[in-house]
């Protein structure tokens, strides 16, 4: 039986749930919400609440967006046939902080990753495959991560790509081996954007 009651005990197993949260973590959190006001808990109730009803995915380039397409796939002034594919949402973050990148972006949600069971179809990437077979887009930029992931997941891409007629190229290496780009400063992602290579 657990030491807390009930209702403490629950908000403690799905604080866990969250990314680099552990029990320690979680217990700090739900005490710090228990002794919030009303008004603050309930904001935080409703902000979660708003954060499933009111988002969802593009269903261009599954971006996470309030308006389906996205700000990216409607915007006048980016080029649609030059598109960059990222892992997650938040990679889009770091290109766009290069201020200099103009295209649109897809998003695959996640890597291969055959020891989680990850597979090509658990990735987001039909709907790139057809937009590349219909010939709406000139080239590809393989912007995931150079881990060995992200790596498997561009190598994977470009070979599923290759029957279509489009450009396909992968950023340079200038972001450190290994790392995740979402981390890489502004100056790095600049330089692995202009440094990209055909494959
Ligand atoms: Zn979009």
Same mark, same amino acid.
């Given at each position: 039986?657990?030491?807390?009651?009930?209702?403490?005990?629950?908000?403690?197993?799905?604080?866990?749930?969250? =990314?680099?949260? $552990?029990?320690?973590?979680? +217990?700090?959190? %739900?005490?710090? &919400? #228990?002794?919030?006001?009303?008004?603050?808990?309930?904001?935080?109730?409703?902000?979660?609440?708003?954060?499933?009803?009111?988002?969802?995915?593009?269903?261009?380039?599954?971006?996470?967006?309030?308006?389906?397409?996205?700000?990216?796939?409607?915007?006048?002034?980016?080029?649609?046939?030059?598109?960059?594919?990222?892992?997650?949402?938040?990679?889009?973050?770091?290109?766009?902080?290069?201020?200099?990148?103009?295209?649109?972006?897809?998003?695959?949600?996640?890597?291969?990753? =055959?020891?989680? $069971?990850?597979?090509?179809? +658990?990735?987001? %990437?039909?709907? &790139? #495959?057809?937009?590349?077979?219909?010939?709406?887009?000139?080239?590809?930029?393989?912007?995931?991560?150079?881990?060995?992931?992200?790596?498997?997941?561009?190598?994977?891409?470009?070979?599923?790509?290759?029957?279509?007629?489009?450009?396909?190229?992968?950023?340079?290496?200038?972001?450190?081996?290994?790392?995740?780009?979402?981390?890489?400063?502004?100056?790095?992602?600049?330089?692995?954007?202009?440094?990209?290579?055909?494959?």
């Amino acid at each position: 039986m657990s030491r807390y009651a009930e209702p403490m005990a629950r908000l403690i197993e799905e604080l866990k749930k969250l =990314p680099g949260v $552990g029990t320690r973590s979680a +217990q700090r959190f %739900a005490f710090h &919400l #228990l002794r919030a006001s009303d008004a603050d808990a309930q904001a935080l109730a409703d902000a979660l609440l708003a954060l499933k009803a009111g988002l969802r995915l593009c269903s261009i380039c599954n971006n996470v967006t309030d308006v389906d397409p996205c700000a990216y796939c409607t915007s006048a002034t980016r080029n649609p046939r030059l598109v960059c594919v990222v892992e997650e949402p938040t990679s889009i973050a770091s290109i766009e902080r290069t201020r200099s990148y103009q295209g649109v972006y897809h998003v695959l949600h996640g890597t291969l990753s =055959p020891l989680h $069971g990850v597979g090509p179809d +658990q990735l987001r %990437a039909g709907n &790139l #495959l057809s937009r590349a077979a219909l010939g709406e887009i000139d080239e590809i930029i393989l912007a995931t991560s150079p881990t060995l992931e992200g790596e498997a997941t561009a190598t994977w891409l470009a070979n599923a790509l290759r029957p279509h007629s489009v450009r396909i190229t992968r950023i340079a290496t200038g972001v450190p081996a290994g790392s995740d780009i979402e981390y890489a400063d502004e100056v790095t992602m600049s330089r692995a954007m202009d440094n990209r290579r055909d494959v």
